[in-house]
Nanobody, 120 residues
Framework: QVHLVESGGGLVQAGGSLRLSCAASAHAFSTMSVAWFRQAPGKGQEFVARLTVSGTPSYGDVVKGRFTISRDNLKNTLDLQMNGLKPEDTAAYYC??????????????WGQGTQVTVSP
């Protein structure tokens, strides 16, 4: 069992930056592929980025070039550096582990989410 806890969300103006973090409770996290998803009010979950154990990333088209996913397998943490934020990036952001997919249904473990709000 892996327990995930996100942090780092908040309110930022358009064009600003935020760094989200996800802390995992178990070392098994370091053996799993991981990802970030987001969900805006009234919308379904949207793939943001994913990362293999060895560090190969993949990004959703809407965040490519602005967001960077990274991990520290010694600390069991996953980060998402978000630059050039836009109001349409406003959503609850979730970290997930246990699959390497753009499909949220594939993931076994989820955090509780952290809210990101981008003002115009």
């Amino acid at each position: 069992q892996v327990h995930l806890v996100e942090s780092g969300g908040g309110l930022v103006q358009a064009g600003g930056s935020l760094r989200l973090s996800c802390a995992a409770s178990a070392h098994a996290f370091s053996t799993m592929s991981v990802a970030w998803f987001r969900q805006a009010p009234g919308k379904g979950q949207e793939f943001v980025a994913r990362l293999t154990v060895s560090g190969t990333p993949s990004y959703g088209d809407v965040v490519k070039g602005r967001f960077t996913i990274s991990r520290d397998n010694l600390k069991n943490t996953l980060d998402l550096q978000m630059n050039g934020l836009k109001p349409e990036d406003t959503a609850a952001y979730y970290c997930a582990a246990g699959a390497y997919s753009d499909n949220p249904a594939a993931y076994v473990y989820w955090g509780q989410g952290t809210q990101v709000t981008v003002s115009p």
